[in-house]
């Protein structure tokens, strides 16, 4: 098995592409509606800990999103790339 940058590169793209389908199936893609921590039936003020939920469900949603992306780009560097070789172990 020939171990080159192209295979490494791959792999961490493969890797990324894995967390990043993970935590959007977790956490959903950041596009929906932010309630501000209003709930559903504003009674009196905001809810804080519907704000700082909403805030956590952004941030994982766009880092999901973030790590997908580069999960592909890694792909596509490391299908363009010529074989190179890694320096030798030792």
């Known amino acids: 098995m020939s171990d080159d940058?192209?295979?490494v590169l791959n792999v961490i793209g493969l890797a990324?592409?894995?967390?990043?389908v993970l935590i959007l199936f977790?956490?959903?893609m950041p596009f929906r509606v932010a309630t501000g921590g209003?709930?559903?039936?504003?009674?009196?003020?905001?809810?804080e800990?519907?704000?700082a939920l909403d805030k956590i469900y952004i941030v994982c949603?766009?880092?999901?999103l973030?790590?997908?992306?580069?999960g592909v780009a890694l792909q596509i560097v490391a299908t363009l790339l010529p074989p190179t070789p890694l320096p030798p172990k030792g």
């Open 5 to 7: 940058y192209a295979r």
């Open 16 to 20: 990324f592409n894995l967390i990043g």
């Open 26 to 28: 977790r956490w959903g």
């Open 38 to 47: 209003v709930g559903f039936i504003a009674l009196e003020g905001k809810d």
């Open 49 to 51: 800990t519907a704000a």
């Open 61 to 64: 949603g766009w880092a999901g």
């Open 66 to 70: 973030i790590l997908l992306i580069l």
